[in-house]
């Protein structure tokens, strides 16, 4: 765990060094809060070359169930996790193995907005964006990232009708942007520790994605 600078005082955040990276990604923790699975998330991306960051959005708390989820997104204060946000890319950058570069952000439900959202207000920093079942239709057109998406086509928390304006949003701002949907899939698809709606073959195929993805755009 380290400690990093927000605007109204201190941001904490999990993370991940490999022994030379080769890029660097923000992690961006679902409603749940910094819980194990973004913790594994980021030790795998290190395990893979690239320095990762998980920002503690909850400054601590966390939930294990939807109801707790539900109170815990009720006391949110979004102020707090922008400033929060930025302190955490801010922090990212000024390490000496990223050098300014641009780095990636991979945001999971909650974290996916928080993702796109950071792409318009960083657009010098953020090269690339990995969205998993959150979308958040914003005007794109100060952005200069590339997007990859990850959906669930029968999700009752993310309206399809949501994700396909955030898709067009980005496409009609000129960037490129590929969304892909898993048939079968619920949210949380990709969580480990959600045994309902986790599914191994979805999985690990948006891993390979990302991973290519990032690969791609950010060494």
């Given at each position: 765990?380290?400690?990093?600078?927000?605007?109204?005082?201190?941001?904490?955040?999990?993370?991940?060094?490999?022994?030379?990276?080769?890029?660097?990604?923000?992690?961006?923790?679902?409603?749940?809060?910094?819980?194990?699975?973004?913790?594994?998330?980021?030790?795998?991306?290190?395990?893979?070359?690239?320095?990762?960051?998980?920002?503690?959005?909850?400054?601590?708390?966390?939930?294990?169930?939807?109801?707790?989820?539900?109170?815990?997104?009720?006391?949110?204060?979004?102020?707090?996790?922008k400033k929060i946000v930025l302190g955490a890319i801010d922090y990212l950058q000024s390490l000496p193995s990223v050098s300014?570069?641009?780095?990636?952000?991979?945001?999971?439900?909650?974290?996916?907005?928080?993702?796109?959202?950071?792409?318009?207000?960083?657009?010098?920093?953020?090269?690339?964006?990995?969205?998993?079942?959150?979308?958040?239709?914003?005007?794109?057109?100060?952005?200069?990232?590339?997007?990859?998406?990850?959906?669930?086509?029968?999700?009752?928390?993310?309206?399809?009708?949501?994700?396909?304006?955030?898709?067009?949003?980005?496409?009609?701002?000129?960037?490129?942007?590929?969304?892909?949907?898993?048939?079968?899939?619920?949210?949380?698809?990709?969580?480990?520790?959600?045994?309902?709606?986790?599914?191994?073959?979805?999985?690990?195929?948006?891993?390979?994605?990302?991973?290519?993805?990032?690969?791609?755009?950010?060494?």
């Amino acid at each position: 765990m380290v400690e990093f600078k927000a605007e109204d005082g201190q941001g904490k955040g999990y993370l991940a060094s490999p022994e030379k990276p080769r890029g660097a990604v923000l992690v961006l923790h679902a409603w749940w809060g910094l819980n194990d699975f973004f913790k594994h998330f980021s030790n795998k991306l290190a395990s893979q070359g690239f320095l990762a960051l998980a920002p503690d959005l909850h400054d601590g708390a966390m939930a294990k169930t939807v109801s707790e989820a539900k109170e815990l997104k009720s006391r949110i204060d979004d102020e707090r996790i922008k400033k929060i946000v930025l302190g955490a890319i801010d922090y990212l950058q000024s390490l000496p193995s990223v050098s300014r570069r641009r780095i990636g952000v991979v945001g999971f439900s909650m974290g996916a907005a928080w993702s796109l959202l950071l792409s318009t207000l960083k657009p010098e920093n953020v090269g690339a964006v990995v969205v998993f079942y959150g979308s958040y239709p914003i005007d794109f057109s100060k952005a200069e990232a590339s997007y990859l998406g990850h959906f669930a086509p029968d999700d009752e928390w993310e309206p399809i009708a949501d994700v396909r304006a955030t898709e067009e949003k980005i496409r009609g701002a000129g960037r490129e942007v590929a969304f892909h949907f898993y048939p079968g899939t619920k949210h949380w698809f990709v969580e480990e520790n959600r045994p309902v709606e986790y599914n191994r073959d979805a999985a690990d195929l948006a891993w390979k994605r990302t991973l290519e993805f990032l690969d791609s755009k950010l060494r």
